[in-house]
């Protein structure tokens, strides 16, 4: 029940977290003026922001190591530069959106997709980084914090030996965790296997998040003005407040981290001039690296860049992350805006602007920049995704923004942030081709939120600048050049109904529809383009049973079905790789813009990041079973016990033959006793969508193997071929009951056989479910309960046998997926279940 409601659980906890820390800091700033922040910002020294940057990229620079010590743990080598800029890149991004797991996910899935690592492997990388991060924020707290007991303490009102018990058994276990892994031996939990990393890669590892954490702990240390904390006691504070701010999910932490450096720093240093320091550490630390990887974008784009290889690798690289980082940037200028729009502008600035600037167009500019800030952190969604409507919008919005930041406040940083953005985007217009409304996007319960926490965060900054200000009715309608608060005031009111509205549409978004049952000129069409292709499996069209979506050129289509809000695609796109992108896209979009959630059912690892660029995530199904018919032979030891049962085969007078097309139907009486009589001995029933069922045109349309005895039709199989002689797989299988045992083996052989010299390259055997799922090191918890499934599953499903059957043909096991999209995979699963098994009672009764 709580799995359903997962996605608007988590969001909502957020937002109730974040609301209880903005009470928090609100009140623990009740005696500070804006002017005061103000000031204490302007006293901070050079050399301090001098040395803050210098952490910060000292910080940033112990990042890369993060997912080069990953690397090396899954032994995997890959060229430093390019990885440096996907790490650089994932953190910049991570640090800024929040759900760091996610949206630096992303970035290195596309970033080192593009290097050659495999989906596994880069889900094992991603996992690594996450649990370092962690592991290592937890040790380097519990250290700070038994240095430091008696300050730390002091500040948390903590007896101080509670403080050093609680470092102490934190140190503990982290150590027993070391030493479980020493020389990188595995440990069972359940029947999953799991390789700690040895002790050269733990030690690695800690100093590198300890250099991270000391770094970036230092960027914050040096813009505070002297106190009596020393760095020690700061480095522990430090910490926690990254750990609290990661806990709650809060996109940057926003909010939290300042609560607990304002209250533990509250009593030692100015209030204000914490609030200054942590401003210009937002800065420095969060917004200095997204401007630096944005830029590094664009001079990839405006360069030329030679045939060197490291050249050649980076701009693969820009080509896949540019979109993801400009999103970013312009969530942050988005940001920026809507806060800007509720600050006070320098008296020097008004002053200038009241010469030469006409009051009516101030005020405009003013209201209209805030609805522009709104919008472009809702385009940013798009921008992220390639949409051609998401990127002019994002391009009119930085546009008008930076005119409106002249005329507003002569906001010159403001205006040099929005020049940065609006080159980025102009330069990487041809990324941007995917030719989707904006408006037809629904936002997810994630982005409504943060959307949300981003008004509520602008509210509470109005109501902190202005709390000095008596509020009344007349205050809306005051239009002055001095009066600031009535600007300020009716900004946050545009900013809120925009971002209502916004929400509203998308929680109230439309129901599911059932788009059209595909015609018979749609089937031909289809089957045409399926004999043009390699992928036997895509045959399932003849089936008729599902929907049919065509490239706009009609060269490629997805074959889909639709259960509750699931619109499940089975396997990859069929027909050119050239169309694959956009079709993926234009799938993903149509059931968003009908209430729907994309789902794409046993594909393969090439279309996994094609659904990463449409805000899928993948998990695994199992394994396909690949033989290589160039090098299939049944002489020596390897396929003994397959020759044995081909030669046991014909000792016992089974005769194979294939029945063409043309041919079927005259054995097509023969063929349905077969399969009615497999149908009741097995108590089941017909399946469908990503299995064949016993249609006449079905079995109709491509070869039939048979077995014969005495003349006699004991078992059967369709093969399913295309015209480019690649790949040949079966479909359905019957056998009469009283077949001899062993039938299955002989079919399959004499079928391999029969293909290698119709001169086919590989025979597909299927996917083995669950398979493959319990030895990967740090695996997520789908996999754990598939392993775990796969083990103990045998009542339900011969897991275990299909795998062992499948193997006696020495075949290339080949990771199958499921992509999903804001909904559990278990969802997802359940859905896909009751399409093959024809609805709930199909499945229950059989």
Not at 240 to 255: D, I, M, N, R
Not at 730 to 747: H, N
Not at 767 to 774: D, F, N, T, V
Request: hydrophobic share 50%; proline share 4%.
């Amino acid at each position: 029940m709580l799995e359903s409601y997962r996605g608007y659980l988590i969001p909502f906890v957020i937002l109730v977290v974040f609301g209880f820390t903005t009470f928090a800091i609100y009140g623990l700033t009740n005696e500070v003026s804006y002017d005061d922040v103000i000031d204490a910002l302007s006293q901070t020294k050079g050399s301090s922001v001098a040395l803050a940057i210098f952490f910060t990229a000292l910080s940033f620079l112990s990042l890369v190591g993060y997912d080069l010590n990953a690397l090396s743990y899954i032994r995997k080598k890959l060229p430093f530069v390019p990885v440096a800029m996907t790490a650089f890149s994932a953190y910049a991004v991570g640090n800024t959106a929040g759900f760091g797991a996610l949206s630096g996910g992303a970035i290195r899935f596309r970033g080192y997709s593009r290097l050659g690592l495999s989906p596994d492997d880069i889900g094992r990388v991603i996992a690594f980084v996450t649990l370092a991060f962690g592991l290592g924020l937890l040790a380097v707290t519990a250290l700070a914090s038994l240095v430091t007991a008696p300050r730390i303490g002091q500040i948390l009102d903590l007896d101080e030996q509670w403080v050093r018990g609680i470092a102490i058994v934190v140190i503990v276990a982290l150590t027993a965790l070391v030493i479980a892994g020493w020389d990188g031996r595995e440990v069972k939990l359940g029947t999953a296997k799991l390789r700690l990393p040895d002790t050269k890669t733990s030690s690695q590892q800690f100093l590198i998040t300890a250099l991270d954490i000391a770094a970036s702990a230092s960027v914050l240390y040096v813009l505070l003005p002297q106190t009596e904390i020393g760095w020690p006691s700061f480095l522990a504070i430090y910490a926690t407040a990254v750990g609290a701010g990661v806990l709650s999910h809060v996109p940057a932490g926003l909010g939290v981290f300042e609560t607990i450096i304002v209250a533990a720093l509250g009593n030692t240093v100015d209030i204000d001039q914490v609030l200054g320091s942590l401003v210009l550490y937002r800065v420095i630390y969060h917004v200095l690296p997204l401007m630096v990887a944005t830029l590094f974008v664009i001079g990839l784009e405006l360069r030329q860049l030679s045939n060197h290889p490291v050249a050649s690798t980076l701009r693969k690289l820009e080509f896949r992350l540019a979109p993801l980082l400009l999103a970013a940037f312009t969530i942050m200028a988005g940001a920026m805006l809507v806060f800007s729009s509720v600050t006070p502008t320098p008296d020097s600035n008004l002053d200038l602007l009241n010469d030469y600037v006409p009051l009516p167009l101030v005020e405009s500019a003013h209201f209209l920049s805030s609805i522009l800030g709104i919008i472009l952190f809702v385009a940013a969604r798009g921008v992220g995704q390639r949409l051609d409507g998401a990127w002019w919008t994002a391009v009119v919005c930085t546009a008008l923004a930076l005119l409106f930041s002249l005329l507003r406040a002569l906001a010159l940083f403001e205006a040099g942030f929005l020049i940065i953005l609006l080159v980025g985007l102009l330069v990487s217009a041809r990324q941007f081709t995917r030719p989707a409304s904006l408006f037809r996007q629904i936002l997810t319960p994630a982005w409504i939120v943060a959307m949300l926490i981003l008004v509520a965060a602008a509210i509470t900054v109005l109501l902190f600048v202005y709390r000095e200000v008596d509020y009344s009715r007349e205050l809306w309608w005051d239009f002055e050049f001095s009066e600031e608060a009535p600007r300020g005031l009716r900004a946050a009111l545009g900013v809120a109904i925009v971002a209502g509205v916004v929400s509203i549409i998308s929680l109230l978004r439309p129901a599911a529809t059932r788009s059209a049952l595909s015609t018979p000129q749609d089937l031909a069409l289809a089957t045409e383009i399926v004999m043009a292709q390699d992928n036997a499996d895509a045959n399932l069209v003849r089936m008729a049973d599902k929907r049919l979506m065509f490239s706009d050129n009609g060269k490629a289509f997805i074959m889909y079905g639709i259960q509750g809000r699931s619109w499940v695609a089975l396997f990859d796109p069929v027909g050119p790789p050239a169309e694959i992108p956009e079709l993926v896209w234009r799938f993903v979009e149509e059931a968003r813009a009908q209430g729907g959630r994309a789902v794409f059912y046993q594909i393969s690892p090439s279309l996994l990041p094609y659904c990463a660029d449409a805000g899928l995530r993948a998990v695994k199904l199992g394994e396909l079973a690949i033989v290589d018919l160039t090098r299939f032979e049944l002489k020596g030891s390897r396929l003994a016990g397959l020759r044995q049962a081909a030669n046991k085969g014909v000792r016992e007078g089974l005769e194979f033959e294939v029945v063409q097309p043309p041919d079927v139907p005259s054995v097509i009486a023969d063929l349905k006793r077969v399969s009615d009589s497999w149908l009741e001995e097995h108590d089941t029933r017909e399946k469908t969508f990503s299995l064949g069922s016993f249609q006449e045109d079905y079995i109709s349309a491509q070869p039939v193997a048979v077995l014969r005895l005495q003349g006699r039709i004991v078992a059967f199989a369709t093969i399913a071929v295309t015209d480019t002689l690649f790949e040949g797989t079966v479909d359905l299988m019957r056998f009469a009951p009283d077949a001899p045992k062993g039938s299955m083996d002989f079919l399959f052989v004499r079928i391999l056989e029969y293909m290698q010299q119709a001169g086919f390259k590989q025979f597909n055997l299927g996917m083995a479910p669950l398979s493959g799922m319990a030895q990967r090191e740090a695996a997520p918890v789908w996999d754990r309960i598939g392993s775990v499934i796969f083990e103990h599953g045998e009542r339900f499903y011969n897991f275990k046998g299909l795998k062992a059957f499948k193997s006696k043909f020495q075949p290339r096991w080949e990771p199958r997926y499921m992509a999903v999209a804001s909904i559990g995979p278990a969802i997802a699963m359940m859905d896909a279940t009751f399409l093959i098994g024809g609805g709930l009672r199909g499945v229950v009764g059989k």
